[in-house]
């Protein structure tokens, strides 16, 4: 007897082997059976009709920031709905595990966009733990739509022991005390089952509140030394490191690659941000595949992380992570709390002058292209501005420049001017060799943060509906169970987790999808507001077509728009620990 019964289905396992018409039988979480021959469906207490569907494991989303949103609202539910079975939190160096809630505040707050009264009050409130072992058992204690796993961030361990102040003090280093208190923290961690740590050394991400205000995140203090230090735990631990370096310094991005090198020592697992199209600078797309195949052909375990569809963004007024970049843009995020001081800023003559500077520079590093006749109007009290781009704007109002053209309409209608553009993964054909290259990791969603600014919740349909479209043109650039394999099994095996597979004894996490609806619907948006955050509003892509039942560990969740009464109110994922398959 079956709890459930998934039948006539094309079913992927999540190796990359052939797909093949079977019917599945599930009990207990696990799946009992694959069958080419129907199964007995007597007593069974549900049964999915999946002709002309495909079923396959649940997505993997390595890169997310729901630390906080988990702790509201467990379910997790816009990232179930799309298909996404499993989740890893603490990215970026932050994490909720040490820190009090004002300095997760300080954390979460402007780097990811997340609402800094929203993190306070509800690490703050709800937090029961003090280590990680008893993070773990909070996290299991909630009702979880979703699995878990986490990395260690190493923000939250050197503001735990140093505290925020030093944390972010250049001339500040750990005692050897200290030091060896972050190897335990991180030891710690490790045995508790987390995959491994994350560290960040980029430079525009600033902290929120007003103890450190616009400091750069804690772990870019930290020396080689301490950086070496812990490392070495992850080393001897067959852990991973998720880094994001410093895209200003070169060299930061090649010591962090390096790191994963095993010369006269343990190699090391890094995934580093990020393998992108960016449209600032063109070449660069060919660097990464190269640095990925030096690496592992010298012995390393290197993986760039990259996210398989444009990178469009949005944004209320100035409020976009990407100004962080340059001086007079973080001169205005400085003053988000600040919101007079900030309206008069944007009218002084001499702060224009060196706006105007900074866009024009169009050399070196950079994330954002700093073009603002790519930058299309979507929201704003004058309707005839809609669909105009700030450079359009500008020459309409008697050739202004673009950065004065952005400025004025700010000054005037401040973050109701709301607008977005492309900053990478344009192009099609690149995107393609990307998602196929072997030193790509398929991720960095971002699921969690920046909710009026976009995360990409469902970029893992998105590139299915890319491959089987090119497959049907004759174009293929991978087959569709290359594609599976790469969005669950290839990323459960190299974070040594138990999912991302879908055989007998294995896990029944299980997305079942109609291939005829991968289509455009799953580029429209959708508003969701969000109760947890005072009905601030999330912006997402949607199709609820596409997805007709997602399972986790055996119990059906969600299907075709339509969340089941169990995802958020039982638990139904679970903490996933590292080495535990």
């Known amino acids: 007897m079956f709890d459930t019964i998934i039948k006539g289905g094309r079913w992927f396992d999540g190796t990359g082997a052939p797909s093949a018409i079977r019917n599945l039988g599930i009990r207990d979480g696990r799946v009992m059976a694959v069958s080419a021959k129907e199964l007995n469906e007597t007593g069974c207490g549900r049964v999915i009709d999946a002709a002309g569907k495909w079923v396959m494991p649940g997505m993997i989303d390595i890169h997310t920031h729901y630390d906080v949103e988990v702790l509201l609202d467990p379910s997790l539910s816009e990232s179930v709905r799309h298909g996404v079975t499993t989740i890893l939190l603490g990215s970026c160096s932050l994490s909720t595990v040490h820190v009090n809630g004002s300095e997760a505040g300080d954390l979460f707050g402007r780097v990811e966009a997340i609402p800094r009264k929203h993190v306070v009050e509800a690490v703050d409130g709800l937090k029961t733990w003090n280590s990680a072992h008893s993070y773990v058992t909070a996290l299991e204690s909630l009702p979880l739509g979703a699995n878990l796993a986490a990395f260690i961030g190493h923000s939250d361990i050197r503001v735990a022991l140093l505290g925020l102040e030093r944390a972010t003090r250049p001339d500040e280093r750990p005692t050897e005390v200290e030091m060896r208190a972050m190897e335990h923290r991180l030891t710690e961690a490790l045995d508790a089952g987390f995959v491994g740590m994350s560290s960040q050394q980029l430079l525009f991400d600033k902290l929120d509140g007003d103890v450190c205000r616009s400091r750069t995140l804690p772990s870019t203090y930290a020396t080689t030394r301490e950086r070496r ?8 631990r067959k852990r991973a490191l998720q880094g994001g370096p410093d895209v200003a310094r070169p060299q930061s991005l090649i010591a962090m690659a390096a ?35 030096v690496l592992n052909g010298l012995g390393g375990n290197f993986r760039w992380q990259h996210l398989p569809v444009p990178f469009e963004v949005y944004s209320d007024g100035i409020d976009l992570p990407v100004f962080e970049e340059f001086g007079s843009g973080a001169a205005a995020l400085h003053l988000s709390n600040q919101l007079d001081k900030r309206h008069e800023l944007f009218q002084d003559e001499e ?26 109007i979507t929201e704003c009290p004058d309707a005839d501005l809609i669909g105009k781009t700030f450079g359009q704007v500008g020459v309409e109002r008697g050739g202004l420049h673009p950065v004065d ?72 650039f991978m087959s569709v169970e290359h594609a599976v394999h790469r969005l669950t099994g290839e990323l459960a095996d190299w974070y040594d987790l138990d999912a991302g597979h879908l055989r007998v004894g294995d896990r029944a996490d299980v997305l079942v999808l109609d291939p005829e609806r991968l289509d455009a619907g799953l580029e429209e948006y959708a508003e969701n507001p969000i109760p947890e955050y005072d009905g601030l509003s999330r912006m997402v892509n949607r199709n609820d077509e596409t997805v007709t039942a997602v399972l986790i560990n055996g119990k059906y969740v969600f299907g075709s728009g339509e969340r089941a009464a169990v995802l958020g109110t039982e638990r139904t994922g679970q903490f996933l620990r590292a080495g535990r398959r």
């Open 229 to 236: 230090r812990l490392n070495a735990v992850l080393r001897r």
């Open 259 to 293: 790191s994963s090198l095993g010369i006269f020592r343990p190699k090391l697992k890094v995934s580093l941000l990020s393998a992108a199209d960016i449209k600032a600078i063109p070449g660069v797309v060919h660097i990464f595949p190269w640095i990925a195949k």
């Open 351 to 376: 702060y224009r002058r060196r706006f105007r500077k900074d866009y024009e520079t169009k050399w070196g590093p950079r994330v954002w292209h700093r073009d603002f006749f790519d930058a299309e």
């Open 405 to 476: 053209a952005f400025l004025d309409l700010l000054v005037e209608y401040g973050s109701k001017v709301r607008w977005h553009t492309t900053i990478s993964n344009h192009r099609p054909e690149v995107l393609n060799r990307l998602a196929a290259d072997p030193g790509v990791q398929l991720g960095f969603s971002d699921a969690g943060a920046h909710l009026r600014n976009m995360a990409f919740y469902n970029f893992g349909l998105r590139l299915l509906r890319r491959v089987r479209d090119a497959q049907q043109a004759g174009t293929p």
